[in-house]
């Protein structure tokens, strides 16, 4: 059973960068086609894709958000991580990871305050 957990600080201050890990256990990350996601919510509004990391590395980031953001993969611990620069308040939302076609993560809260 393939499972996701995120992990990371729960606020983060206007500026600064915001990095989430994504531990996923039940299957191996390089499994071919596999493609591991980063998708938040803000607070009162719809899911947002923000970006995708393929079994093999390859990354595709949603256009707007794809000058502030990073997604990497750490093969020897079967995470995968996303890093968001330059936050604001605006940033603030559930930031979920997702297994396309698959399970989600449960989402961390992170807050953007000073």
């Known amino acids: 059973q393939v499972q996701l957990q995120e992990s990371g600080p729960g606020l983060v201050k206007p500026s600064q960068t915001l990095s989430l890990s994504c531990t996923v256990s039940g299957t191996s990350m390089t499994t071919p086609y596999y493609a591991w996601t980063w998708i938040r919510q803000p607070p009162g509004k719809g899911l947002e894709w923000m970006g995708v990391?393929?079994?093999?590395?390859?990354?595709y980031y949603s256009p707007s958000l794809k000058s502030r953001t990073s997604i990497s993969m750490d093969t020897s611990q079967n995470q995968f991580s996303l890093q968001l620069t330059s936050v604001t308040p605006e940033d603030t939302a559930v930031y979920y990871c997702?297994?396309?076609?698959?399970?989600w993560g449960q989402g961390t809260q992170v807050s953007v305050s000073s």
């Open positions: 997702h297994l396309e076609g698959g399970p």
């Open positions: 990391i393929a079994y093999d590395g390859s990354t």
